[in-house]
Every structure is written in structure tokens, then in C-alpha cells.
């Protein structure tokens, strides 16, 4: 399969799936991030943030399957190996282990305006392309990611 079987332009479209793989990439730091968060979660906001946490990496890998499968849409393979993720990654891994609760809220807040980073720059990317299949799925999550910014940031207590 490739592009053109979707009326779409190979060439027009190369830039989004590299751009993809990237977003890909980051993802996959995340979410292990989010699992992280959830397992060595303590303190008094334990109950809140474990099941918070929950919820985002269970979003996270579902938004993790449709980015690749998207790519594959396009006609290229998705990278898979967590060498190249860490390699690409501008989002960084970090140690949970004895992590203060809303030290994590803000690595995660962190992780999420950089996710919404990339997901703006592909929403021009795929605009440029005529990728409204692609455009349509990272306006999506970056809606989930805007909404999740607003109520990690109340909670945490920032405007």
C-alpha cells in the first residue's frame, strides 16, 4: 500500500509520516512516563493521581496504536524499537522512583505541552499534504491533551 491509494501524494505526504514517527516516539516515552507515575505514585493524593495516571496511559496506548496504524495507512512502516524512540524523543525519560506527587503532575503537564508541540506542527503538516484523515486524528488527541492540561493544572494549583 501506499499513499496514492488514498488519493493521496507520496511526496506531499512523506513530511507527515516522518513527523508521525517522531510523534510516535515521544509517545512511547510518555506513556512508560504515565505507567511510571502510576506505579510509584505516593502521598496523600495517592487514590487521585493512581487512577489519573490509569486513565492517561490507557488513553496513551491506544492513541499509540492509531499513530502507528496511521502511518501504516500511508504506506510506511512505523518505527518500533524503543533505540530509535529514545534516540528521536525530545521528551525525556525520567526516574519516578521517589518522585514527589505533583513533581510528576508537572513532568507530565511538561510532556503533554510538548506532545501538543508536535501535534501543532502536524496539523500544518497534514493540512499542507490534503491528510484530513491524519489532520482529523492529531486534532483529536490534542483536544483530550488541551482538556487533561486545563484539569492537571487545577489540580496542581497553577493558572
Not at 503532575?105 to 491528510?131: H, K, P, S, Y
Request: proline share 2%; with cysteine; aromatic share 8%.
Amino acid at each position: 500500500m501506499d499513499a496514492k491509494e488514498i488519493s493521496l501524494n507520496e511526496k506531499e505526504v512523506k513530511p507527515v509520516v516522518d513527523l508521525l514517527n517522531d510523534y510516535l516516539a515521544n509517545y512511547h516515552i510518555h506513556y512508560q512516563k504515565l505507567r511510571g507515575c502510576h506505579w510509584n505514585i505516593k502521598g496523600q493524593n495517592f487514590f487521585t493521581l493512581h487512577v489519573k495516571f490509569e486513565e492517561l496511559y490507557t488513553n496513551a496506548q491506544l492513541t499509540i496504536d492509531e499513530i502507528a496504524e496511521r502511518v501504516l495507512t500511508l504506506g510506511k512502516p512505523p518505527h518500533s524499537r524503543f533505540a530509535d524512540y529514545i534516540k528521536e524523543s525530545k521528551i525525556k525519560e525520567i526516574d519516578t522512583i521517589g518522585l514527589k506527587d505533583l513533581d510528576m503532575v508537572d513532568a507530565i503537564l511538561d510532556d503533554m505541552a510538548t506532545l501538543i508541540e508536535l501535534e501543532r506542527e502536524l496539523l500544518e503538516a497534514t493540512a499542507d499534504a490534503g491528510d484530513d484523515g491524519s489532520n482529523d486524528m492529531v486534532n483529536r488527541f490534542m483536544q483530550f491533551k488541551e482538556k487533561n492540561t486545563w484539569m492537571l493544572r487545577s489540580f496542581a494549583g497553577k493558572k
